[in-house]
Nanobody, 113 residues
Framework: QVQLVESGGGLVQPGGSLRLSCAASGGIFMLYDFGWYRQAPGKQRELVATITSTARTNYDDSVKGRFTISRDNSKKMVYLQMNSLKPEDTAVYYC???????WGQGTQVTVSS
């Protein structure tokens, strides 16, 4: 069983930056793929970025060039660096592990002036 806890969300102005963190416990961290999803009010949950156990990354077109996903196996952490934030990035962001078998509780990101 893997537990995931997100942090780092908050209110930021358009054009600003935030770094989300996902702390994992349990399981064998280095073997798992991880991802970040988000869900805006009234919309379906969507995939933002993924990172494999070998650190290969993939991004939704809407965040390419602005967001960066990374991992630190020694600390059992997954990060999402978000730059040039836009109001449409406002959502609850979720960390997932092992192909969606594990989910965190989510962290709110609000981009507004």
């Amino acid at each position: 069983q893997v537990q995931l806890v997100e942090s780092g969300g908050g209110l930021v102005q358009p054009g600003g930056s935030l770094r989300l963190s996902c702390a994992a416990s349990g399981g064998i961290f280095m073997l798992y793929d991880f991802g970040w999803y988000r869900q805006a009010p009234g919309k379906q949950r969507e995939l933002v970025a993924t990172i494999t156990s070998t650190a290969r990354t993939n991004y939704d077109d809407s965040v390419k060039g602005r967001f960066t996903i990374s991992r630190d196996n020694s600390k059992k952490m997954v990060y999402l660096q978000m730059n040039s934030l836009k109001p449409e990035d406002t959502a609850v962001y979720y960390c997932t592990g092992a192909g969606g078998n594990y989910w965190g509780q989510g962290t709110q990101v609000t981009v507004s002036s």
